[in-house]
């Protein structure tokens, strides 16, 4: 048996018009205000670029965001710690193998979960 398509909100009503306090005023965050949008920013600009950066840009001009993740990039280039720390923040953690050398031991696993 067919039945005739549904009219959600035939006249229209309910909207944010008719209830503005459902409005998310602040919304969701710019990306210019995304620590990781500006280490991806850096990290694909060329090297010329980005050297000159700190200096084409008046601190005015900077969020704060920007201006830490440049100390970062700056600090990368000779520091392997902070190249790793970046890396893992815009290409993700590298996939870590486990090797299950009791592979022949093992025969059950019993799991539980309590509330």
């Not at 996939?95 to 031991?105: C, G, L, T």
């Amino acid at each position: 048996m067919n039945k005739p398509p549904e009219e959600r909100n035939p006249k229209g009503k309910g909207g944010f018009t008719d209830h503005p306090e459902h409005i998310n005023a602040g919304g969701r965050p710019k990306n210019q205000e995304s620590f990781t949008y500006w280490m991806n920013y850096f990290k694909n600009m060329p090297i010329e670029e980005f050297l000159s950066w700190e200096k084409n840009n008046p601190e005015k001009n900077r969020t704060v965001a920007s201006d830490l993740a440049y100390a970062r990039m700056i600090k990368a280039r000779s520091n392997l710690k902070e190249f790793q720390e970046i890396a893992n923040r815009t290409e993700g953690m590298p996939r870590q193998v486990i090797k299950n050398e009791y592979e022949d031991e093992v025969r059950e696993v019993k799991i539980s979960v309590k509330r």
